[in-house]
């Protein structure tokens, strides 16, 4: 998720994610995403070519709480890219406020069914030159 924001420049922070729930409490790790000013649509990743339903380009960075429901999921058998090796699962998840979130999840495939409860972590980064960190999801705790 982290290389679409950087390839993305969008003005509203480079980051897609914090370490802490939105509210600062022990809640999983919140994203960030954008809102539109003009008519309240959010979504993710932030970008700030314009909002995808009215085309306005007043939007702000939001956060989205790292707690949602899985849409579908998929496992990955082969890669282009050799830091990502396969077999890994990627799923489809719809966080607060219709935002869906597509991501990498760290569970056994036999734990993931649509509908299933989903929360982020922060795991280590292995790929040089991303930071420190990368996030993930998991069937919720
Ligand atoms: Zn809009």
Same mark, same amino acid.
């Given at each position: 998720?982290?290389?679409?924001? !950087?390839?993305? $420049? &969008?003005?509203?922070?480079?980051?897609?994610? $914090?370490? &802490?729930?939105?509210?600062? @409490?022990?809640?999983?790790?919140? *994203?960030?995403?954008? %809102?539109?000013?003009?008519?309240?649509?959010?979504?993710?990743?932030? $970008?700030?070519?314009?909002?995808?339903?009215?085309?306005? &380009? !007043? /939007?702000?960075?939001?956060?989205?709480?790292?707690?949602? &429901?899985?849409?579908?999921?998929?496992?990955?058998?082969?890669? *282009?890219?050799?830091?990502?090796?396969?077999?890994? /699962?990627?799923?489809?998840?719809?966080?607060? %406020? %219709?935002?869906?979130?597509?991501?990498? +999840?760290?569970?056994? $495939?036999?734990?993931?069914?649509?509908?299933? =409860?989903?929360?982020?972590? /922060?795991?280590?980064?292995?790929? =040089? @030159? %991303?930071?420190?960190?990368? +996030?993930?999801?998991?069937?919720?705790?």
């Amino acid at each position: 998720m982290r290389d679409t924001a !950087k390839m993305m $420049q &969008t003005g509203l922070g480079d980051e897609l994610f $914090q370490p &802490t729930g939105a509210s600062g @409490d022990s809640a999983p790790p919140a *994203l960030y995403g954008g %809102r539109c000013n003009s008519c309240g649509y959010v979504f993710f990743p932030p $970008q700030s070519y314009g909002c995808e339903r009215c085309g306005s &380009t !007043k /939007i702000d960075r939001t956060e989205l709480d790292g707690r949602g &429901t899985l849409i579908a999921s998929a496992v990955v058998h082969r890669h *282009l890219d050799p830091a990502r090796p396969a077999p890994f /699962i990627v799923g489809s998840m719809e966080l607060e %406020r %219709r935002v869906v979130v597509r991501g990498l +999840i760290e569970a056994g $495939q036999d734990a993931l069914a649509p509908g299933c =409860p989903m929360e982020t972590m /922060i795991v280590a980064e292995t790929r =040089p @030159d %991303r930071g420190s960190t990368d +996030i993930r999801f998991r069937p919720a705790v």
